[in-house]
């Protein structure tokens, strides 16, 4: 495995908990260091990830997870275990 899929890999895994945390978060106004830190990292997995198109795998992911209502349940979860 060459370094940059490695770490393609760290930085998509990495954006895609922010991706789903941002998403959690726009429903309470969204936070902007959330939004920035998420759009770079994408930016990052799409650069080091050989090219490949990370950006749209993720975005298709968080849709899916944002429509089906698991991301609202599972920042519920969080916000009731941490609050």
Partial sequence: MSPEFFWGLIFLGISFWLGTLWVATRAE?????????FLYLL?????????WPLGYIIAAFVGRAHEAGAVERSSDRFRDRFS
């Fill in 29 to 37: 106004g969204g936070r902007l260091w959330v939004t920035v830190v």
């Fill in 43 to 51: 930016w990052g997995a799409f650069s080091l990830g050989g090219g």
